[in-house]
């Protein structure tokens, strides 16, 4: 593949992203869903693509014609694939960075709450998941034990995670996982738009929502997704001068410094590892999980040294949701659907038990483990638990837009504990692993316990506060 295909194959991405958000500008439902546009510019693409397009003119233009592709050639596939693998380094080497990492007393006072609730819905997805698996997938459909943490992956994870793990899922011996946690990403994005702003709509006309009216009031500008002109705001501060390098370009070379710790990180104990025990667990583990932790050094150091604060986290955020939106993209155009239709009923079942027990947790757990704004602080948290944390961040911003609860803080304090293990973290990467190293058993009761664990202390302690 020459330079000039990667070149084009890049810039016809670009293109997708900008006719996403024309048809999110101009199509109100998409604006009431307020879906990214990234996730309309990926399904486009998946619909012009050789797996919907193509196959519908390969009949009648042949399977050597320009059109048994659809609009996007084997060389633009070839470079979008391993787009999303990619890019998920970045978006986890800049989780920490340019933040300042608040004691643990303050972490627990605020977030506490929220981190028991989000951490029940995360464990519980573990547990249904493989109690699926093992009563009704592994036996019936022949599919692999660790096909049940694809729940957590796909829902809390996101594409992102599924597309870090596609490296692992070969090596596990089941490579579809990849397509249908992608699948299930995608299904948690949708259902967690959906559902949730059914929820808020549903607190509002019940008085359980105790900051905003009815979302209905929302600016023609805000549905479009465009800020409106009293509300624009610098996207970043210029730290460094310009003459001296670009403020971009720091920025950009300290999230690559930080990947390339996590990077050292994964290598050491890979080698320390098979030179100790002998073992090989260590090389099914993506890298994503320790870009993060290496994002963290480089921040506690950055912290120590820099007295000057060039790091500066708006810049850092812009440089992370580019990486969001090209990965979504990416992933979604790129989905086998021969896979999902392979694995239909599975995939079904995966995705029914998934949003069954997040909405019993939205529903039933939030009120009872939260107790003040409980409704704003758990839609954040079961907005992440379907579909990664920018829904969970978008369904808070509907729910409270004038930060006014304490849902923001709380959810930013207990993504320093839940990120580095779960939806996307630690947890997350090794699930698949272990399950396949030691069986789903060992697992399912382990999660199990954790599940009790975050239960216990949000309706146990953190409930009783309310009285």
Do not use: C
């Amino acid at each position: 593949m020459t330079p000039n295909q990667i070149g084009f194959a890049l810039l016809y991405l670009g293109l997708f992203l900008l006719i996403g958000k024309w048809i999110r500008v101009r199509v109100k439902w998409m604006q009431n869903l307020f879906l990214p546009s990234s996730v309309i510019g990926g399904f486009l693409a998946l619909i012009l693509g050789p797996q919907v397009l193509g196959k519908i003119l390969t009949p009648i233009a042949g399977e050597n014609s320009f059109w048994a592709t659809g609009l996007l050639t084997p060389e633009v596939m070839d470079v979008w694939s391993p787009l999303a693998g990619l890019m998920i380094n970045v978006v986890f080497a800049t989780l920490f960075l340019g933040t300042v990492l608040p004691n643990l007393k303050k972490v627990w006072h605020i977030g506490g709450p929220q981190l028991a609730f989000g951490w029940t819905l995360g464990w519980g997805q573990y547990v249904f998941g493989l109690l699926l698996a093992i009563l009704i997938l592994v036996p019936f459909y022949d599919m692999p034990p660790f096909i049940g943490t694809l729940i957590e992956m796909g829902f809390e994870g996101g594409h992102g995670t599924a597309a870090g793990l596609q490296g692992t899922f070969e090596e596990l011996g089941f490579a579809e996982a990849y397509d249908l946690t992608i699948g299930l990403a995608t299904v948690g994005i949708l259902s967690g738009v959906i559902i949730g702003i059914a929820a808020i709509n549903w607190a509002v006309r019940k008085n359980k929502a105790k900051v905003i009216g009815d979302i209905k009031e929302s600016s023609e500008l805000k549905k479009a997704g465009i800020m409106e002109f009293e509300n624009r705001e610098a996207a970043a501060k210029m730290t460094v001068r310009p003459e001296s390098i670009e403020p971009l370009s720091l920025h950009f070379a300290m999230i690559g410094v930080a990947i390339l710790v996590g990077y050292g990180i994964l290598q050491g104990i890979t080698w320390l590892e098979r030179t100790i025990i002998g073992s090989e667990f260590m090389t099914y583990v993506p890298l994503f999980p320790l870009a993060m932790i290496g994002g963290i050094i480089v921040q506690l150091i950055a912290t120590k040294f820099d007295k000057t604060e060039i790091l500066d986290r708006q810049m850092v955020m812009r440089i992370q949701g580019f990486a969001l939106d090209v990965l979504i993209l990416a992933a979604i155009a790129t989905v086998s659907l021969d896979v999902i239709g392979q694995y239909l009923v599975p995939f079904l079942l995966l995705s029914l038990v998934g949003i069954a027990w997040n909405v019993f947790g939205l529903f039933f757990l939030g009120p009872r483990m939260i107790p003040t704004y409980w409704f704003e602080r758990s839609i954040g948290d079961f907005g992440q638990s379907m579909g990664i944390t920018a829904t969970g961040l978008l369904l808070m911003r509907v729910a409270d837009p004038d930060m006014k609860s304490p849902a923001y803080e709380g959810f930013g304090y207990k993504q320093l504990v839940f990120e580095p293990f779960l939806g996307g973290g630690l947890v997350t990467a090794l699930s698949a692993p272990l399950v396949f190293q030691f069986g789903p058993i060992p697992f399912l009761i382990f999660a199990a316990v954790m599940l009790a664990i975050g239960l216990v202390v949000g309706l146990v302690y953190f409930g009783r506060m309310k009285s």
